[in-house]
């Protein structure tokens, strides 16, 4: 069966969709994790391990993990010595929900 094949969905009138954006990874390669974090220290900021299908939730707990994702941390750009930045691991929307 090909994406081309009938049957298709398809709408009238509007829709709302909130999917999660948990794989959109843009981070991935940019941003790496500081000194700070011990054996994780120098590692990319990436949230999914796409080898094993898992989140990569760097030795916390699901509850802890839960928390760092959702708020602004400190990570090293890559490739650039002493060059930090801010960002919200999870971008906006990680897990999305039902409306």
């Not at 298709?8 to 990874?25: C, E, S, V, W």
């Not at 974090?37 to 391990?49: Q, S």
């Not at 890559?78 to 929900?97: D, H, L, S």
Request: glycine share 10%; aromatic share 16%; proline share 7%.
């Amino acid at each position: 069966m090909s994406i081309f094949d009938y049957p298709r969905i398809n709408f009238k009138g509007t829709i709302q969709l909130n999917p999660g954006t948990a794989n959109n990874d843009d981070y991935a390669g940019a941003y790496v994790l500081p000194d700070s974090w011990g054996p994780f220290a120098g590692e990319t900021l990436a949230l999914i391990d796409s080898k094993t299908v898992q989140p990569r939730t760097y030795g916390m707990s699901d509850e802890a993990f839960r928390q760092w994702v959702q708020k602004a941390q400190t990570f090293n750009q890559a490739g650039t010595p002493g060059k930090t930045r801010q960002i919200i691991p999870a971008e906006w929307n990680y897990y999305g929900g039902w409306t």
